[in-house]
């Protein structure tokens, strides 16, 4: 089977998953202000019934009673850690030593296939995001296959990666005569990694996997000091989902997950891969 988003072949499950069964139990959608309420009850046939409007209501304003008898977790990073843990779909190895064991295997070959290779017009976007002569801090860098090229046109740029293997290739590519001078490595856990802030945060197709979403997308935020940039190859498969196919967390997952943290991020979909990105204030 092949990754959708880093390209690379994989086979047979990663690890083995709980099943999270996300149908919400009883959901009630109230307009309020409108005469009717619409209540939805399990497995059974909606209700309507029929509701006094109250004085002075505002009609069709929309309120939604919380779900309390929800299976499906109100949180947004809850509900991304729940799809996580549910997911069938190949890209959701949680397991850290899996995933490692995954670059290891296809770190020398991981560029022919990289997305800033099959898709340059998603570099060209962020390139022209990066205010110019900005610091950046790419996490999940891997092998640089933006690093490199945002370096050109970046102050400097500190690319973090918890893989000694993808990181050895970005080192090998950064003694080359011509590879920028302004690229420091870091590898570490970006959940646990000490870095200062930097002008813009960038990370690409790093964070599907990540066991803590709220510290990662947390972290992200406080050290973007003008500009987070995340980009995220969607995931799902367009059309109808083939038989059993369990969609992990996504892009809207993500940006739910910001706007959780009080981020009202700016999307872009361009050719299946979106490109999320938000101002600090003030910046
Ligand atoms: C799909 S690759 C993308 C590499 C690179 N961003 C690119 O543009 O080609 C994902 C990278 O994220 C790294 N990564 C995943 N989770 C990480 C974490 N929690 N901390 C640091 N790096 C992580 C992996 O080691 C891998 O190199």
């Keep these: 089977m092949r990754c959708r988003r880093c390209a690379a072949t994989v086979s047979g499950p990663e690890s083995t998953k709980p099943e999270y069964l996300p149908p919400p139990r009883a959901v009630v959608l109230r307009a309020k202000g409108c005469r009717r309420a619409l209540i939805r009850r399990g497995l059974g046939l909606p209700l309507l019934l029929a509701r006094k409007q109250p004085e002075g209501a505002v009609p069709h304003q929309m309120t939604y009673a919380p779900a309390t008898t929800s299976a499906a977790p109100q949180d947004a990073f809850e509900r991304w ?36 290779k099959r898709v340059p017009v998603i570099v060209e976007r962020v390139r022209q995001l990066v ?51 302004n690229v420091q490595v870091v590898l570490a856990r970006w959940e646990d990694a000490q870095v200062e802030a930097h002008d813009v945060v960038f990370a690409e197709n790093a964070l599907y996997r990540v066991a803590d979403p709220r510290l990662a997308l947390t972290k992200i935020v406080a050290a973007a000091r003008r500009r987070g940039i995340i980009v995220w190859s969607v995931g799902r498969p367009p059309g109808p989902q083939p038989d059993g196919y369990q969609p992990g967390p996504d892009y809207v997952h993500l940006v739910d997950g910001l706007f959780a943290l009080d981020v ?6 361009i050719e299946r891969v979106a490109l999320v990105w938000w101002d600090r204030d003030g910046a």
């Design 264 to 269: 009202f991020a700016q999307v872009e979909l």
């Design 81 to 116: 850690a729940a799809l996580q843990a549910w997911s069938n779909d190949v890209t959701n190895r949680l397991d850290e030593s899996a995933d490692l064991a995954f670059w290891e295997r296809v770190a020398d070959d991981y560029d022919a296939e990289a997305l800033a």
């Design 131 to 181: 205010p110019a002569g900005a610091s950046i801090l790419d996490v999940g860098a891997g092998t640089g296959a933006f690093t490199l090229p945002l370096a050109a046109h970046a102050a400097r740029v500190t690319a973090l990666d918890y893989s000694p293997a993808m990181l050895r290739v970005l080192r090998r590519k950064l003694q080359a005569a011509a590879a920028p001078d």
